[in-house]
């Protein structure tokens, strides 16, 4: 059955081969794992030997040999961590890296003004990095070597911790060989604890590739890990941006407060020694390829928006041309009738012209015939009048006339 570094074997299912820790939130592998898989193994095909970082890493995991990453290394996560060191150390001082691989980092550091050497747990990787990079490797587990006490200034722990059998018990051997300021610098995956597998899965998100269950054994959320370090004694822990973000953490666990140096008191340190300066340049160049990087990315962003940009603009653009065609297609035959009406107007504006001057015509000749119909009246009434005058004399001379033959 399998059990928590905390102690816990009550597990909430997480995913087939994974299940989160009940009591610490620890993602735990499920998967039984032999008792001797750190154990120290000249064989080739040990679990940590030469097949894991030759054939293993490139066909099973998709990630580069340990030759290519002899060079890699050194000029994108050797320098990022050293950054990080000499924010918190200045050299001298004694640094040991447990699973120090091909050794770049321990030859980096050593470089930077360090005393510094590394701890695998294979033979032919032991050899693989002394011959590599000259550089003291000691064949591990750290458990197994006698070390001094209280007698390094930091212990590096770089991907290591998920792979660990016993991290509480790793850690504590590592806090007791750390001076009283001393501190571990830690790189391990990030587990997040409030987002479920099929999340992960639907977003096809980075921590996936994390879920290697005979590898790493215990994925730590932030809050799991310091619950182990704080178990410690290393109460302090600072947290520095991570090179590989968007799935790993990366910090420094102190037992007493630590103050980081500024950018000049590292450039100071640095100058004191030629091998310093070298690798003061380096940083530098690090430091410009990381700008330009990120003014790339910024460049390329703005360039994908101006892509939507344009790539929206051209459909509103054919649709309208679209839309203007339809409408041209209307505007034909209206315009046939426009001009079909206007001809009938016009012809009607014709009409209505000529109509318009029978009226005139026509109203002069009723003002003519209204000015004679009105004379004649006048003389109408002239006529009634004389006709009256003469009745009125006719009537007169009758009455004398009538009245003479009496007399």
């Known amino acids: 059955m399998s059990v928590c570094w905390c102690g816990n074997n009550h597990f909430k299912p997480f995913s087939p081969q994974y299940g989160v820790c009940k009591v ?47 060079r890699h290394d050194l000029t994108e996560r050797n320098l990022h961590w050293l950054n990080a060191l000499l924010k918190y150390r200045l050299p001298p001082a004694d640094i040991i890296e447990l699973g120090c691989s091909h050794g770049g980092f321990v030859a980096i550091m050593q470089q930077a003004g360090y005393h510094s050497s590394g701890v695998e747990v294979s033979p032919w990787v032991v050899e693989y990095g002394k011959q590599t990079f000259h550089v003291p490797i000691h064949l591990g587990p750290v458990e197994n070597l006698e070390l001094p006490l209280e007698s390094f200034d930091a212990v590096v722990l770089m991907d290591v911790l998920e792979h660990l059998q016993q991290p509480l018990l790793t850690l504590e051997r590592c806090t ?4 009283q300021d ?96 070298l690798m003061l340049a380096l940083l530098d160049l690090r430091d410009r390829e990381l700008t ?81 119909i009105q004379t004649l009246t006048a003389l109408l009434q002239e006529t009634e009048e004389a006709r009256k005058a003469c009745l009125k004399q006719i009537q007169t001379l009758s009455a004398e006339l009538t009245a003479t033959p009496e007399q």
Not at 43 to 49: D, I, K, L, Q, V
Not at 176 to 179: A, E
Not at 306 to 311: T, Y
Request: aromatic share 8%; with cysteine.
């Open 24 to 70: 610490c939130k620890t993602l735990v592998s499920l998967e039984p794992t032999p008792q001797d898989q750190l154990i120290a193994d000249d064989s080739e095909n040990a679990f940590y030997g030469k097949d894991y970082w030759l054939t293993h890493q490139n066909l099973d995991l998709g990630l580069p040999d340990i030759h290519i990453r002899s």
């Open 292 to 372: 330009l990087t990120k003014q790339l990315e910024v460049s390329e962003y703005d360039r994908a928006a101006r892509l939507e940009q344009i790539q929206t603009l051209t459909a509103l653009l054919q649709e309208t041309e679209r839309d203007r065609t339809a409408r041209l297609e209307q505007v034909q035959p209206l315009t046939a009738l426009l001009r079909e009406t206007e001809r009938d107007r016009a012809a009607r504006l014709e009409q209505i012209q000529t109509l318009t001057a029978l009226l005139q015509e026509a109203e002069r000749d009723r003002a003519a015939r209204l000015e004679q």
């Open 182 to 277: 001393g501190f571990l610098v830690i790189q391990t995956p990030l587990f997040n604890e409030n987002i479920d597998y099929q999340e992960l899965a639907d977003k096809q998100a980075p921590f996936l590739k994390m879920l290697i269950p005979d590898e790493h054994l215990f994925l730590f959320s932030k809050q799991s890990l310091e619950r182990l370090l704080k178990q410690l004694g290393l109460q302090y822990v600072y947290y520095e941006p991570a090179i590989f973000s968007n799935y790993d953490m990366f910090l420094i666990a102190a037992k007493s407060p630590l103050q980081p140096h500024s950018i000049d008191q590292i450039e100071s340190a640095l100058l004191a020694t030629p091998q310093g300066r």
């Open 176 to 179: 007791r060989l750390l001076r």
